[in-house]
């Protein structure tokens, strides 16, 4: 029996709300803090796609709200552990005096998966602070756990 399981994290960004949507919803914002490719087509039934360290992450846009929330599922190509789709990621928009709180919810991840997304996403989400406030992120030399 597979246990699915969830991770939440939040960063603030010193940017509105609608400056980081465009880092959740555009080829070049994605690549801008995660992957180094990235095939977007945000709308509900759109196709999300990232190379992430030579890992194909493949879903769909499932929500888009300008400018509050994203919601895609997630899963890589090929994978018997988590397939194309099968996990959801949301991304929570709220505006802050400093700029944007982002609120990520990763759910529907079998319990195995949690410790390498967390990880992941403790490496990501400072980067699209940096991104979405207008720095430069830089190459990216993060790999999964174990590999």
Same mark, same amino acid.
């Given at each position: 029996?597979?246990?699915?399981?969830?991770?939440?994290?939040?960063?603030?960004?010193?940017?509105?709300?609608?400056? =980081?949507?465009?880092?959740?919803?555009?080829?070049?914002g994605m690549t801008a803090w995660m992957g180094?490719?990235?095939?977007?087509?945000?709308?509900?039934?759109?196709?999300?796609? =990232?190379?992430?360290?030579?890992?194909? =992450?493949?879903?769909?846009?499932?929500?888009?709200?300008?400018?509050?929330?994203?919601?895609?599922? @997630?899963?890589?190509?090929?994978?018997?552990? +988590?397939?194309?789709?099968?996990?959801?990621?949301?991304?929570?928009?709220?505006?802050?005096?400093?700029?944007?709180? +982002?609120? +990520?919810i990763h759910s529907e991840l079998p319990d195995?998966?949690?410790?390498?997304?967390?990880?992941? @996403?403790?490496?990501?989400?400072?980067?699209?602070?940096?991104?979405?406030?207008?720095?430069?992120?830089?190459?990216?030399? @993060?790999?999964? +756990?174990?590999?």
């Amino acid at each position: 029996m597979r246990i699915l399981a969830e991770f939440r994290d939040s960063i603030d960004i010193e940017a509105l709300p609608e400056t =980081v949507f465009h880092y959740l919803t555009t080829n070049s914002g994605m690549t801008a803090w995660m992957g180094q490719y990235a095939e977007l087509d945000a709308r509900p039934g759109g196709r999300f796609a =990232v190379d992430i360290s030579g890992y194909p =992450v493949r879903g769909e846009f499932l929500h888009v709200d300008y400018p509050s929330r994203v919601v895609v599922s @997630w899963g890589f190509a090929g994978s018997e552990v +988590l397939p194309a789709g099968a996990s959801t990621v949301e991304f929570r928009l709220t505006a802050i005096s400093s700029g944007t709180r +982002l609120e +990520l919810i990763h759910s529907e991840l079998p319990d195995t998966e949690v410790p390498g997304h967390a990880n992941g @996403w403790v490496h990501f989400l400072p980067r699209l602070a940096i991104s979405g406030s207008g720095g430069v992120a830089g190459p990216d030399d @993060w790999r999964p +756990l174990g590999a």
